[in-house]
């Protein structure tokens, strides 16, 4: 059985990255993973290093029905470690997020930062990171801690 995968996003940035040796640094790609013959395709992510080689294991984000539409995936960087955040498509849809060290370890499991919210973004903002969102149409923000953990 054949499988596909397609970038969702990827996520460029600071984590083990020192000024003076950009080279150095490393990179989180995300992808959705479907297999043929199944209904499911599951969210992933993995750490790249300079040379785009993986850095320990793919990490499994989340899974959700070929039916179903692609995940709203976002990632940043604190210069230390990522952090992506997803919409669940759950009802109601959620953002959850997940932190990730510059050597491909999840910090933590799973968090939802927001019970209800859809089309998520972050940035780092130097002490801790925004997640931006949708909700009943609006745009709306939260903060969380490094480690992905809301206020």
Request: hydrophobic residues 40%.
């Amino acid at each position: 059985m054949r499988a596909w995968w397609w970038p969702v996003m990827v996520g460029l940035g600071g984590a083990g990255c020192p000024e003076h040796d950009p080279p150095a640094c490393a990179h989180l790609v995300v992808w959705e993973h479907a297999v043929p013959g199944e209904d499911a395709r599951d969210l992933f992510a993995q750490v790249l290093d300079d040379q785009q080689r993986p850095v320990g294991s793919r990490i499994f984000l989340d899974r959700r029905g070929l039916s179903a539409p692609p995940a709203h995936v976002a990632t940043a960087s604190d210069g230390r470690s990522f952090v992506v955040v997803w919409d669940d498509i759950g009802r109601p849809p959620a953002i959850l997020a997940k932190p990730i060290d510059a050597s491909g370890t999840p910090l933590r499991g799973t968090r939802i930062v927001a019970p209800e919210g859809t089309r998520p973004g972050i940035v780092f903002d130097g002490e801790s990171y925004v997640v931006g969102f949708e909700r009943a149409g609006r745009r709306e923000r939260i903060r969380i801690a490094r480690d992905g953990t809301p206020p």
